[in-house]
């Protein structure tokens, strides 16, 4: 934690990087506080968003980043302070999973070396420091217990283990999309690896199977909304990424990019990767490269994968390219980076007894380079320039604006133009006079006075699960050609109101969630407490055999 404090606290001492990436996340969980303080626990979208239109980008983009940051924020009612916790607990989080995982093979003051590496290595830290990618941070350190806890079923398959891979695997879905996708299939590759080379049977394979499938019904009400809306936003559209220069083929490492020195980092990872693993492929036992083997594939296939000589393997499988950023591979190469290498020393150590020098110079060597190449090329390029951070006051004036300002075009829905955001008035009847009893979020009520029959124009984003009635009863709601939202009104004086409605079955997979993890909470409680009872027993027992 001390690590991740140092590697942290420049965003404690200098600020938080004032880019519209990594704004837009404090803006999302502006938009949690504001549900949440208002009694709703549940976000349908973000009511203020371009300029008062609303949109729904928080229905697609997962929200633990988002819940976290608001979470902190009503502790210490400050965004500025709330970003550096943020980023300080996520860093430890990630760094404590590594330092778990790696006591499946080593003792713990190699375990130790091996989540050090993990904190100090480049990639994690540019995600925050240059990439502005949040969700995608904070998916990489659950991802870490997903792999730990994968391991430890097809080893032991105990039960706490299979109820840890569910809340971890729940939390990844719930945590950065593009990182679900990359983990599960670099998972079920490990788990395959792993289920012959630890020589499991089919009974661990299938508490396996039942932690990934409860960590999905975990999240399955994310999950359901998502696939059944997905093709209402711009994003799901392939052609519109590759208008928008958005697509795959422009980001592996090896080509030239604007967005970050992925080349220097895939350089970092080769060069300090390559010694280790030829250490643990020729001097380590069998039994301990039989058990290793899963984990090495995993990551020089992950650094295969963020260069264009994996091109072919995208092409053919198009699901891959809505990772959208080849180089988010890298965040698989970062768990397996620091364990190979503390593997390594460990195996340098036996190699080395009398030699204690040398094996210094060898673990000094990766734990140098690592931390100088971080500092140089992270933390001191982005962050040490004060045009480049912002904090306290600006900060929140910031985030005040990005609530009301227009999104990512990607995120808008398929129907909004940017040119109707720019129409002020809320309402426009055609000649009506009309007055407006009520305007909060997604409650809307108008009076329209008598006059013309004819289509009412509402300053509300369009979006199917708008509701309206007019006079009491069920009218259509239809949209304008820039997307707002147009109520049909007859002559006589009517009200409109307009509610935003989840669907049933929306709500019906949300009580499915909330039931899993209530159920999860609960054994975990029972699993937790039964074990503390029976360290106490033979604590008892021992005590009493050594009285007799």
């Excluded at 409860?214 to 936003?233: A, K, M």
């Excluded at 895939?266 to 300090?272: A, R």
């Excluded at 971080?374 to 006051?393: C, G, H, P, Q, R």
């Excluded at 027993?537 to 055999?545: Q, T």
Aim: glycine fraction near 6%.
């Amino acid at each position: 934690m001390l690590a991740a404090l140092l590697l942290t606290s420049h965003f404690l001492l200098y600020g938080i990087p004032n880019n519209d990436d990594s704004l837009i996340h404090f803006t999302f969980a502006s938009a949690v506080y504001d549900s949440l303080s208002s009694g709703n626990l549940y976000l349908s979208g973000q009511p203020e968003v371009n300029n008062g239109y609303g949109a729904f980008t928080v229905r697609f983009y997962p929200l633990l980043a988002a819940y976290s940051i608001a979470a902190l924020y009503f502790i210490t009612k400050s965004w500025h302070v709330a970003g550096f916790l943020f980023f300080w607990f996520w860093m430890s989080i990630g760094g404590i999973g590594v330092f778990l995982f790696s006591k499946e093979w080593l003792e713990s003051k190699y375990a130790f070396l091996a989540s050090i590496l993990y904190l100090f290595e480049p990639y994690h830290n540019v995600q925050i420091n240059a990439l502005f990618a949040n969700a995608e941070f904070v998916a990489g350190s659950v991802l870490v217990f997903c792999f730990l806890f994968t391991t430890r079923i097809l080893k032991n398959g105990k039960t706490g283990d299979v109820l840890g891979l569910a809340v971890s695997y729940s939390l990844l879905i719930l945590s950065n999309i593009p990182i679900t996708l990359i983990g599960s299939i670099v998972l079920g590759a490990y788990a395959l690896g792993c289920f012959y080379c630890f020589r499991s049977d089919v009974r661990k394979g299938l508490k396996l199977l039942v932690g990934f499938v409860t960590g999905i019904i975990g999240s399955s009400f994310y999950l359901y909304r998502l696939f059944s809306e997905l093709g209402w936003i711009n994003h799901s559209d392939p052609a519109f990424l590759r208008v928008s220069g958005k697509s795959y083929e422009h980001y592996f490492v090896d080509n030239a990019t604007a967005f970050f020195f992925g080349d220097l980092v895939l350089f970092n990872f080769v060069f300090l990767i390559v010694a280790p693993i030829a250490v643990i492929l020729f001097k380590t036992s069998r039994e301990t490269r039989r058990t290793v083997y899963p984990l090495i594939i995993v990551t020089v296939f992950s650094l295969l994968m963020s260069t264009s000589y994996s091109g072919v393997i995208w092409r053919a499988f198009p699901v891959l390219q809505n990772v959208q950023f080849p180089w988010r591979w890298f965040t698989v190469t970062s768990i397996g980076f620091g364990i190979i290498v503390a593997l390594s020393a460990s195996t340098m150590a036996q190699m080395l007894a009398e030699k204690k020098v040398v094996l210094t110079l060898w673990i000094c060597v990766f734990l140098v380079s690592t931390l100088v190449f971080t500092y140089a090329y992270v933390i001191k390029a982005n962050l040490m320039d004060d045009s480049f951070v912002i904090t306290n006051e600006e900060l929140q004036n910031a985030v005040n604006t990005n609530s009301h300002r227009p999104t990512f075009d990607v995120w808008q829905t398929i129907w909004a133009k940017k040119a109707a955001f720019s129409v002020k008035e809320k309402v426009i009847t055609n000649g009506r006079d009309y007055e407006i009893y009520e305007w909060d979020g997604f409650k809307k009520r108008v009076r329209i006075d008598s006059g013309e029959a004819q289509n009412v124009r509402l300053a509300v984003s369009y979006y199917p699960h708008w509701r309206a009635t007019l006079n009491g009863m069920p009218v259509e709601v239809s949209k304008s050609d820039d997307g707002a939202i147009m109520i049909p009104v007859r002559s006589d004086e009517s009200v409109i109101d307009l509610k935003f409605v989840e669907p049933l079955s929306i709500k019906l997979f949300l009580v499915v969630s909330c039931v899993t993890w209530l159920v999860l909470l609960l054994l975990g409680s029972l699993h937790a407490s039964r074990g503390l009872w029976s360290r106490r027993f033979f604590c008892l027992r021992d005590l009493v055999l050594e009285e007799i």
